[in-house]
């Protein structure tokens, strides 16, 4: 439950480098793996972000990835730290789940450092094999391939 309001939109370019420097602290904690500021700004249709209302601050950002027509991903989920466990990432991820059940896909994965957030959320955990190599296309740009240590955890929507 959160301890305050949020208000949950479609990110837009004005909210990049604010996203970049978000995701980019994450990454320095450990909690995810960096990503490139020209890359957000190619997926910017994938990401919300929340906002606290009373002053339009960034609270934290996440982003669903359509992979085929029947798997999408969670990705960059990353709320700022002083608002951690307020159900910012809750909300966020809720919100990509039910985006993606309104398109119709039946099956949601993340790779992540934190999965028992997601266990949290009735995601189970995935071999990476299952996943098809579709996924692998953006692995391939990362600097910990083939070494990736990050954990699948998937939802099943049906």
Known sequence: MTNMAIELVRAKPADVKAMYGLIRTSAEEGQMLPRALSDLYECLRDFLIARDPAD???????????????????RSLTVRADQRSHGVGRTLVAQCLADARALGIPRVFALTYVP??????????????ALPHKVWSDCLRCHKYPDCDELAVAIDLV
Do not use: P, Q, R
Request: aromatic fraction near 12%.
């Open 56 to 74: 339009g601050a960034l609270l934290g950002c996440c982003a669903l990835h359509i992979v085929w027509d029947d798997l999408a991903e969670v």
């Open 116 to 129: 028992a957030f997601f266990h949290k959320l009735g995601f189970h955990d995935l071999d990476k094999e």
